[in-house]
T-cell receptor
């Protein structure tokens, strides 16, 4: 089955700096890679996703890159703000299959 | 759409009692997932259904756990008997398969004393 590894487990940045979270996956058949943000006491919510036919996707301050050959994908947050502080999860999934989640990264943005 | 609905939002029970968690997926979604989240183990997939049929229950921890989906708009996760180590937040999520994005419910925080 799919195995998704996520690094780092914790990340602390200064407001305005960039944050990068990386994930690797094992199943070459995985073709959908979402990123979820979970604030304390809340549910995970999708913030951005990428499919295997695309190498990069951007949405305002958030971007995701995918390297299919190396089987890794990354989340980039630029100009971080205190409200970006949360736990971020990556996941990998095949069509109509289950998502396998990484262990999460706790991001802290210091004002 | 109200999104994925879960009930109850909080449940406190004593060890040995039966616990039933409920989920109503988003209308039109044909896949439903039950997750358990703890600090120690993170977000774990317990079971998922596609078109009301259980597809993968390999994440169900033991026979005390069971899940059903009698129709497209309702699912239950039952723990009988409950134990303190079952204390966690249980999330239900649904997806329209072709769109892939999973929508999570608000979760049920279960505490077993």
């Amino acid at each position: 089955g799919e195995n998704v590894e996520q690094h780092p487990s914790t990340l602390s940045v200064q407001e305005g700096d960039s944050a990068v979270i990386k994930c690797t996956y094992s199943d070459s058949a995985s073709n959908y890679f979402p990123w979820y943000k979970q604030e304390l006491g809340k549910r995970p919510q999708l913030i951005i996703d990428i499919r295997s036919n695309v190498g990069e996707k951007k949405d305002q301050r958030i971007a995701v890159t995918l390297n299919k050959t190396a089987k890794h994908f990354s989340l980039h947050i630029t100009e971080t703000q205190p409200e970006d502080s949360a736990v971020y999860f990556c996941a990998g999934r095949r069509n109509a299959g289950k998502s396998t989640f990484g262990d999460g990264t706790t991001l802290t943005v210091k004002p | 759409d109200a999104g994925v609905i879960q009930s109850p939002r909080h449940e406190v029970t004593e060890m040995g009692q039966e616990v039933t968690l409920r989920c109503k997926p988003i209308s039109g979604h044909n896949s439903l997932f039950w997750y358990r989240q703890t600090m120690m183990r993170g977000l774990e997939l317990l079971i998922y259904f596609n078109n009301n049929v259980p597809i993968d229950d390999s994440g169900m921890p033991e026979d005390r756990f069971s899940a059903k989906m009698p129709n497209a708009s309702f699912s239950t996760l039952k723990i009988q008997p409950s134990e303190p180590r079952d204390s966690a937040v249980y999330f239900c999520a649904s997806t329209m398969t072709r769109d892939n994005e999973q929508f999570f419910g608000p979760g049920t925080r279960l505490t077993v004393l």
